[in-house]
């Protein structure tokens, strides 16, 4: 597969996951709670969104020639990877924290940009 291949993957799975949490921080601002009918779904896309974004984004590596040791950016890329996907748990779990939340998923977004495209320290 192409290179291209696995990066229009890779942005698909950030649209579906950003999709998911926009969609549950929506839900919960609007005073809904942990408890809604459509929880499961909601959880189902952003599982699918994380694995989305994971796996096309290692085979970005393996087609660019990234090896291991894995550069700093690239963990900071896995570090925001981890966040977004624990950070459900707090949107679900701290009703009050949810209108900030919303913006940290676009702070955690905004800085796996930075390290894919600045590609700091190597």
């Known amino acids: ?22 969609g549950l921080s929506l839900h ?4 809904g709670t942990r408890e809604f009918p459509e929880r499961r779904w909601a959880m189902v896309i952003h599982g ?14 393996a087609k660019t020639g990234i090896t291991w040791p894995w550069p700093a950016w690239v963990w900071g890329k896995l570090v925001a990877w981890l966040m977004l996907g624990l950070i459900t748990r707090v949107i679900l779990k701290k009703i009050k924290w ?9 702070a955690i977004g905004a800085w ?3 390290m894919v495209e600045l590609k700091p320290l190597g």
Do not use: E
């Open 1 to 22: 597969m192409s290179q291209q291949f696995y990066l229009i993957l890779h942005l698909i799975g950030v649209l579906v996951l950003f999709y998911a949490l926009g």
């Open 28 to 31: 919960t601002v609007t005073g």
């Open 48 to 61: 699918i969104g994380m694995m989305l974004v994971l796996i096309p984004g290692f085979g970005l590596l």
């Open 98 to 106: 949810a209108r900030a939340l919303f913006f940290v998923v676009l």
């Open 112 to 114: 796996a940009i930075l």
